[in-house]
């Protein structure tokens, strides 16, 4: 089955440390997207990358950092310089740009 | 001002009744339209996707888009407590990075 998988589910840090989410799609797309949701808002771009080797900011990329080593794989990283880290993380992918989104199940980070 | 702006909800109906959910937009330059349904604590599902203005229509899920207006609607037939999420209105600009996203609006279908 093709898909977008996120780990873990849950996951909960301490305030000061790093912390990073896991993507990964075999869909065979070029573009990935990570976003934040808070509750009763619309999701957030924390940053996407429309090929291998590249990424952009989004519009509330400071406290994250991304890497695209591999097609499949868009993993994001929590600093402890992000202020209010405690959110549910969504990861998208689409063939390319301008096609629709399809999401993976979320990560729901806690940080106390 | 949100650039993409989707009444919050709760919106409550019952089991059967016709459901219609709305965005409206202030970015003329947008003309990919998307509705995504999301379940409590789960990542959003693609329901509808539609390119400039018209109607789509997808078992009993219809999708209109008036650009002229800047409005569009997702109208739910024959809703089933099944139905019972948030719906996300998104959209985007030709060339331009990724979706913006309306709040959403919870719906709850009562059987």
């Known amino acids: 089955d093709g898909g977008i998988t996120q780990s873990p589910k849950y996951l909960f840090r301490k305030e000061g440390q790093n912390v990073t989410l896991s993507c990964e799609q075999n869909l065979n797309h070029d573009a990935m997207y990570w976003y934040r949701q808070d509750p009763g808002q619309g999701l957030r771009l924390i940053y996407y990358?429309?090929?291998?080797?590249?990424?952009q900011k989004g519009d509330i990329a400071e406290g994250y950092s991304v890497s695209r080593e591999k097609k499949e794989s868009f993993p994001l990283t929590v600093t402890s310089a992000q202020k209010n880290p405690t959110a549910f993380y969504l990861c998208?992918?689409?063939?390319?740009?301008?096609?629709?989104?399809?999401f993976g199940p979320g990560t729901r980070l806690t940080v106390t | 001002q949100k650039e993409v702006e989707q009444d919050p909800g709760p919106l409550s109906v019952p089991e059967g009744a016709i459901v219609s959910l709305n965005c409206t937009y202030s970015?003329?330059?947008?003309?990919?339209f998307m509705w995504y349904r999301q379940y409590s604590r789960k990542g959003p599902e693609l329901l509808m996707y539609t390119y400039s203005s018209g109607n789509k229509e997808d078992g009993r899920f219809t999708a209109q888009v008036d650009k002229s207006s800047k409005y569009i609607s997702l109208f739910i037939r024959d809703s089933q407590p099944s139905d019972s999420a948030t719906y996300l209105c998104?959209?985007?600009?030709?060339?331009?990075?990724?979706?913006?996203f309306g709040s959403g609006t919870r719906l709850q279908v009562q059987p």
């Open positions: 970015n003329s330059a947008f003309q990919y």
């Open positions: 990358s429309q090929i291998v080797n590249d990424f």
């Open positions: 998208a992918s689409s063939i390319s740009r301008d096609y629709e989104q399809y």
């Open positions: 998104a959209m985007s600009a030709s060339g331009r990075r990724a979706l913006t």
